[in-house]
């Protein structure tokens, strides 16, 4: 995720940022200066000037809020990459999960299958794949 940073400010929302993802956790975050890119440290809260401005080398997150810290003396790139929770899927048709049709109505068969011969019902398992390939086309899925 890249966004720039505004002259003067060094507190941004995390909802500004993300938008609507659900963050779970900062993995880095970096400052480009130029062609050149810096990590910047995570750091504690104190009691800091924050009349002074520089390029920020210190972030920290308080509530729901990304901290710089100095505050930034101009329009600075940053780099931040983090982890969050993707969208449940709920329907077949959700996009961003984007599962192909015939995937999601054989999932079922193969599972079922590999647990047949699994349980060394190779008759019911033959059986399941059939099914799985009629869903298909196939002529042939092979075994994972």
């Known amino acids: 995720m890249t966004f720039n940073l505004t002259q003067g400010t060094n507190l941004y929302k995390l909802s500004t940022i993300f938008g609507s993802q659900a963050l779970t956790g ?3 975050v970096w400052l480009w200066i130029g062609t050149f890119k810096y990590p910047l440290q995570k750091g504690s809260i104190g009691n800091y000037n924050w009349d002074y401005q520089q390029y920020p080398t210190t972030y920290w997150i308080i509530s729901q809020s990304l901290r710089l ?11 931040i990459y983090y982890t969050y929770q993707p ?10 999960n984007d599962i192909p049709q015939v995937l999601f109505k054989t999932t079922g068969l193969l599972a079922s299958s590999l647990t ?5 019902n190779s008759q019911l398992g033959q059986f399941y794949e059939q099914m799985a390939q009629k869903e298909i086309g196939s002529a042939h899925l092979g075994r994972w």
């Open 116 to 120: 047949a011969y699994a349980d060394g």
């Open 87 to 96: 969208n449940a899927l709920n329907y077949p048709t959700d996009t961003d």
């Open 26 to 28: 900062i993995i880095s």
């Open 69 to 79: 810290y100095p505050t930034p003396s101009g329009n600075y790139p940053v780099e």
